[in-house]
Structures are given as structure tokens and as C-alpha cells.
């Protein structure tokens, strides 16, 4: 899964990514309520979480999973110790992580679950931008409560905790999160109408599904995530390199999954058309390191499946081509992450073309 969250740009005024904590958030949630106050009077009472919550004591520990990171999910207690973890984690363990007695049995903690869910139903899938839609009457109607969001903007805590989980190996979990998310975009996308920031978000947050249900083995329900968001993002306009780059990628991974399938014409199908966008981004973009890279990925890919299917020659031309792409690709001294791909793609295409050397020597003596 990728570690770039879809909603970093929009998040925030700055295109920060809220996942990160920044560090002035304090200072930033008092100017706000300070603005809030301004605007109160004795028939509103000062914003307030219903479950307890807010900025300044926003803490998910009683909530979370201690081996995932994340919020519990299908939340389970350890006994006879009572530490509650995932279902998914904790049954990794024999042992509990927290005090080390013995696991004799595990049991479903429904209520804390629901807690949970409750949390995330009103914290994670309600975006409160206006205030004036906010406004909820209590008690006897005359005074009104102002229920602050103080969760990430849309979507990103959902997100955040998905990519805990998957990290973890929680799957099941992530993959709960993201569907959330995804159902959350949908009804803003029908709310709204189409919009290239809740597309582009949406097609992030399906390829994000797909690895999630690639990772548990149903391989269906990953190319029907990725061919979505395939679907989505190759009608956005390709100026955005975040874009372009988690559409190609998607396409590789369909490729890839009909690869390991054994249907190398569907394959190579999904991985021309990864190659394609590529080969745009790199005309329209030159100047982006990280494109050529993602270039010399896909005709090695290409490459290689040509390879398998007997066009031996073809196959060594995109090998080279894409050699060529890495060798004369100048980076700064500061580019160490690009340089290190760079130089893990160019030794795989050097070893591809030995590999055929070899094959055609050993053939020609025999």
C-alpha cells in the first residue's frame, strides 16, 4: 500500500497531509474557538464532543490497538488477563504483548467495539465545515450545541488508521477503514457531483482496497478495486504527477495479478497501458527524476512479458531502452531515494539482459 495519503493536499490551506500532526495544532484550535466564543451567545453552549473529546484532549489510547496502532477492530479480550487487542492481532500471539500471562482464551468485547464504531461514525465520516450546519438543539430546544469535528479533515483519519492497520497486517481492518472512506467520497461525489479533487481522493482510497484485498488472497475483489480506480483517475487530467503515478500504478498491479495468473496477454494488455501514461508524464514532466524511474519500471515489465511470450527481440529492446533512460538520468547529490531506485532498476535490467545473452549462447552451441 502506498504511504501517501489521497487527502494530503486538500486538507489543509498549506497542502500539508493532516496524517502529520503539526505542531502548532493547539494554537490553531484557540484562535478558532476563540472566534467561536466571539460569535456565542447565552443561547449557545461552547463546542463540545458528545463522546467526551476535543482538541486539546483528542487521545485515542482506550480506543486503539496497541500491537496495530489503529482503532480496535473486531475489539477482543485476552483472558484471563482482560487486555483487549484486534481479533486479527492478538491471535498472533500466545502470549500477551501488554504483561505476558498466558493466553487460555480469547472473547469478542462487543460494547468496547461499539464504542468504537461509535466514535468513528461521528468523528471520521461527518465533515463540519459551517457552523451553521452544525448547530444541534438540546434539552428543552432553546439552547444550541456546536459539535466541533476534531478529527482529520474528511476522510484522512480513516485513511491513517488503515494504513496502521495494513502495516500491522491487520488487513480486515484497513480494509473496513478504507471501505468507510470510499462509501463516504461516493455520497459526497452524488451530494456534490463530480469533482476532480473527490474523484482523484476516490481513486487513491479504491487502489489502497485493492492491495488490501490482494493481501488477503481474493484476488477479484483487488482488480475490481484497481480497474475502478483505473477508471476514475484516467479521466482526470494528467497535470497532477501524484495522479498519473497512482493510475500507472494500479494498471501494473492489475498486470501484475493476471501475471501470477498465468494470462501473460491480459498482462502485458494492463502493463502497455501503465507504459503509456508513463511515457506521457515523462514528455510532459522531463524534468522529474522519479518519472524516468517509473518509466524504466514499466518497459522492464513490458519487457518482460514479451520475453515470455517469445519476442525475444522486442523484449531486449525495452530492456535497453530502458537502460538508457537510468544511464542518463542526472540527479542532484540530494536525490538519494531516486538514486537508490535508479540503481536497484538499472542492476535487474543488466541482469535481464545477461540472462538472455546466456540463454541465446546456450541455444547457438547446441
Known sequence: ????????????????????????????????????????????????????????????????????????????????????????????????????????????????????????????????????????????????????????????????????????????????????????????LKAAGDSQELCSQLGAVLGMLGDCCRAMGDSISAVSNYEESAEILSKLPTKDLELVHTLSVSLNKIGDLRYYGGDLESARSYYARSLDVRRNAVKEHSNVPSQVVDLAISLAKVADVDRNLGNENVAVDRFEEAIKCLESLKLDADETVVEQRRKSVLDFLHNQLAENQKSASDSSSV
Open 1 to 188: 500500500m502506498t504511504s501517501a495519503c489521497p487527502f494530503a493536499k486538500t486538507a489543509t490551506v498549506g497542502g500539508s497531509c493532516p496524517v502529520k500532526i503539526e505542531k502548532n495544532q493547539h494554537k490553531d484550535q484557540k484562535e478558532h474557538d476563540d472566534k467561536v466564543d466571539a460569535k456565542s451567545n447565552d443561547s449557545v453552549v461552547s463546542p463540545k464532543c458528545p463522546f467526551g473529546y476535543d482538541s486539546h484532549t483528542f487521545k485515542l489510547g482506550p480506543l486503539s490497538c496497541m500491537i496495530c496502532q489503529a482503532l480496535l477492530y473486531q475489539s477482543s479480550k485476552c483472558l484471563p488477563c482482560s487486555h483487549k487487542f484486534c481479533k486479527a492481532c492478538i491471535s498472533r500471539f500466545k502470549d500477551c504483548p501488554l504483561c505476558g500471562a498466558d493466553i487460555e482464551n480469547i472473547e469478542p468485547d462487543t460494547d468496547l467495539q461499539t464504542i468504537v464504531d461509535r466514535f468513528i461514525d461521528g468523528h471520521a465520516r461527518i465533515k463540519r465545515s459551517q457552523l451553521s450546519e452544525d448547530a444541534r438543539e438540546v434539552g428543552d430546544g432553546q439552547k444550541k450545541v456546536i459539535y466541533e469535528d476534531v478529527s482529520m479533515e474528511r476522510g484522512a483519519f480513516l485513511v491513517q488508521q488503515a494504513m496502521r492497520a495494513f502495516r500491522a497486517q491487520n488487513f480486515e481492518s484497513a480494509k473496513s477503514r478504507l471501505s468507510l472512506c470510499a462509501e463516504d467520497i461516493r455520497e459526497q
